[in-house]
T-cell receptor, first 114, second 113 residues
Framework: AQTVTQSQPEMSVQEAETVTLSCTYD???????LFWYKQPPSRQMILVIR??????QNATENRFSVNFQKAAKSFSLKISDSQLGDAAMYFC???????????FGTGTRLQVFP | NAGVTQTPKFRILKIGQSMTLQCAQD?????MYWYRQDPGMGLKLIYY???????DKGEVPNGYNVSRSTTEDFPLRLELAAPSQTSVYFC????????????FGNGTRLTVT
């Protein structure tokens, strides 16, 4: 079965500090994409960052970066210089080539303290 | 450019009633999806479609039906609503391609009592 595991139901960080959210996944496929989505209290699902499995270089989007360890099937999200607006649920997800489905983890709730 | 539009935003149903959740997208995306999100949980795929006239089951299809007569619209039908269907429902669309991100609507909060 294809699964995504986020082992941290909740995390907290001080404003301006750095936090890392964990994600592991299980697949026997070699061609896939990984995604992090943010869901603020407004309920909207917002794409944060994505990573192609064939690329060794870790993706970066401004303050957001990933640590992609393909052999370990790990895809963690690092948020630098945390801001109050980063407080949200964060979902890890992956999509396998030749399937059309995006499979989500159960999410990590991030709190940011001033 | 409205993106993905879901209606209604909120709905309360009695057990046994039926309803249709509407979803429309204006990005000419071939792929459309319906997910449900239970409290404190991730998103579970109900049904998806890769084009007009083509639909397929996801992880949790029981109690739901879909149709895709046009590229733009992908309604989700709930027959004989049950309390277990109380959830937030999200519609999403994307272009083909494994790296294409999903664009989500703002969700419909459904309560079945």
């Amino acid at each position: 079965a294809q699964t995504v595991t986020q082992s941290q139901p909740e995390m907290s960080v001080q404003e301006a500090e750095t936090v890392t959210l964990s994600c592991t996944y299980d697949t026997s496929e070699s061609d896939y994409y990984l995604f992090w989505y943010k869901q603020p209290p407004s309920r909207q699902m917002i794409l944060v960052i994505r990573q192609e499995a064939y690329k060794q270089q870790n993706a970066t989007e401004n303050r957001f970066s990933v640590n992609f360890q393909k052999a370990a099937k790990s895809f963690s999200l690092k948020i630098s210089d945390s801001q109050l607006g980063d407080a949200a649920m964060y979902f890890c997800a992956y999509r396998i080539h030749n399937t059309d489905k995006l499979i989500f983890g159960t999410g990590t709730r991030l709190q940011v303290f001033p | 450019n409205a993106g993905v539009t879901q209606t209604p935003k909120f709905r309360i149903l009695k057990i046994g009633q039926s309803m249709t959740l509407q979803c429309a997208q204006d990005m000419n995306h071939n792929y459309m999806y319906w997910y449900r999100q239970d409290p404190g949980m991730g998103l579970k795929l109900i049904y998806y479609s890769v084009g007009a006239g083509i639909t397929d089951k996801g992880e949790v299809p029981n109690g739901y039906n879909v149709s895709r007569s046009t590229t733009e619209d992908f309604p989700l039908r709930l027959e004989l609503a049950a309390p277990s269907q109380t959830s937030v429902y999200f519609c999403a669309s994307s272009s083909p391609g494994v790296g294409s991100p999903l664009h989500f609507g703002n969700g419909t909060r459904l309560t079945v009592t």
